[in-house]
T-cell receptor, first 113, second 111 residues
């Protein structure tokens, strides 16, 4: 019930294309859904986060789409660039314990020039 | 946002020894969190550290192996005790300020 399932495990996109990563969760008590970007040797960097009261949130080239009824959320990276090549993690938590996160398995994104 | 500093950034340790990792935050936070990221894997929560109380450990993690201190609202330490090669991982400190932020991590190799 605490799991967050992430797909795909790896993704290859051409420069300028759209990268889409999906996550699904079971626990309906989750109310905070962040996405992280991690480069090798670095800690996860917060990209964007959403709460269930909105269905979409956009920050620059990054958009989260949230479907509460389906218990799914996704990250869209528009105009993907080679510098976006990294591992992306979705996560979820509940209530005021916002850093008590359950993470997805991660997606290795490669953007080809 | 929050700026989180971890020390050391990396270390190579002998099996059977212990390593203490420090986490310093640039603002006062109620809860600090410690995560482990095994090679090529996702992040797993080890424990939640509240100031003035015992840390709360997740299933599979015990205080004897991962003792945690939280002496004030900006600082915490995680000790990895009696290390074995299986403890080789990245250990990450995190705080929540309305959003969840992570430090750069401590890359531990046990030989």
């Amino acid at each position: 019930q605490q799991q967050v399932k992430q797909s795909p495990q790896s993704l290859i996109v051409q420069k300028g294309g759209i990268s889409i990563i999906n996550c699904a969760y079971e626990n309906t008590a989750f109310d905070y859904f962040p996405w992280y970007q991690q480069f090798p040797g670095k800690g996860p960097a917060l990209l964007i986060a959403i709460r269930p009261d909105v269905s979409e949130k956009k920050e620059g080239r990054f958009t989260i789409s949230f479907n509460k009824s389906a218990k799914q959320f996704s990250l869209h990276i528009m105009d993907s660039q080679p510098g976006d090549s990294a591992t992306y993690f979705c996560a979820a938590s509940m209530g005021t314990s916002g850093s008590r996160l359950t993470f997805g398995e991660g997606t290795q994104l490669t953007v080809n020039p | 946002s929050a700026v989180i500093s971890q020390k050391p950034s990396r270390d190579i340790c002998q099996r059977g020894t212990s390593l203490t990792i420090q986490c310093q935050v640039d603002s006062q936070v109620t809860m600090m969190f410690w995560y482990r990221q095994q090679p090529g894997q996702s992040l797993t929560l080890i424990a939640t550290a509240n100031q003035g109380s015992e840390a709360t450990y997740e299933s599979g993690f015990v205080i004897d192996k991962f003792p945690i201190s939280r002496p004030n609202l900006t600082f915490s330490t995680l000790t990895v005790s009696n290390m074995s090669p299986e403890d080789s991982s990245i250990y990450l400190c995190s705080v929540y300020t309305g959003l969840a932020f992570f430090g750069q991590g401590t890359r531990l190799t046990v030989v």
